[in-house]
């Protein structure tokens, strides 16, 4: 059985896209262009925060929980783990992206700023 997320469906900005929330059986997917992206045992805030594209349209990430971990997926690749992690906010000009996080050492990333990250993207996707 197929349930979608409650307010999950999202255009990229250039309407190309389509992504949304689906649970298919016990676990929980984003759809990217009808392709179900890794299985988790949610995806943040209760399965009603929509995947966020980058204002260019190339990006496409979310927060889900798998296990223990709150996970960072950008592109369908985990980014990070860590206790708690918010959707991404990507740059106007989509080559940064910030999130909130909590509980992991953050030293890899190029500025911390009371608990949000500030990463640069690298690489085209989608």
Known sequence: MISIGNHSFVFSPDF???AYKAKIGANWHVVLDNMA???????????T?????SPDSRRMGYSAKKAANAVLIIDGQVEAKYAAVTPPVFSRDSKRMGYAVDGR???????IVGGLVCAPLTGEKI
């Open 16 to 18: 190309k896209h389509i």
């Open 37 to 47: 992206g890794p299985k988790y045992d949610s995806t943040f805030e209760n399965n």
């Open 49 to 53: 925060t929509p995947p966020v594209f």
């Open 105 to 111: 050492p953050l030293l890899e990333y190029e500025k």
